[in-house]
């Protein structure tokens, strides 16, 4: 399975940018999306994650109010819209899939990743 992410770029603080995520349509179910981002030197973080089912959503600390995740079903795209950006927010943004339920902030649950699409926010 393959995750197509993209939408990175350069960007001055306080501006915004949307990533994405196409999954391809599969024949076994799938249970939720999720970004995760990485930046030189610090572990994986977990930024957001949304189910397939009913859209609930979910956010790590650093993003909330800043971030939205959300999906397209019928495209089978899922997207991060970041505003607010701030220096910090650099980093490689990585989609995941995952089966199954657990805890949406661990990387080690998710099945499945995307090849990474760089953000850079610059003061």
């Known amino acids: 399975v393959q995750l197509q992410a993209s939408g990175g770029g350069l960007v001055q603080a306080g501006g915004s940018l949307r990533l994405s995520c196409a999954a391809p349509r599969r024949t076994f179910s799938r249970y939720a999306m999720a970004w995760f981002r990485q930046a030189p030197g610090k572990d994986r973080e977990f930024v957001a994650a949304i189910r397939w089912s009913g859209g609930s959503t979910y956010y790590g600390d650093s993003v909330k109010g800043r971030f939205t995740i959300s999906l397209d079903n019928a495209r089978s795209t899922v997207y991060l819209q970041m505003n607010s950006l701030k220096p910090e927010d650099t980093a490689v943004y990585y989609c995941?899939?995952?089966?199954?339920?657990?805890?949406?902030?661990?990387?080690?649950?998710?099945?499945?990743w995307g090849q990474g699409t760089q953000v850079t926010v610059s003061s």
């Open positions: 995941a899939a995952r089966r199954y339920e657990g805890t949406w902030s661990n990387p080690q649950e998710y099945n499945y």
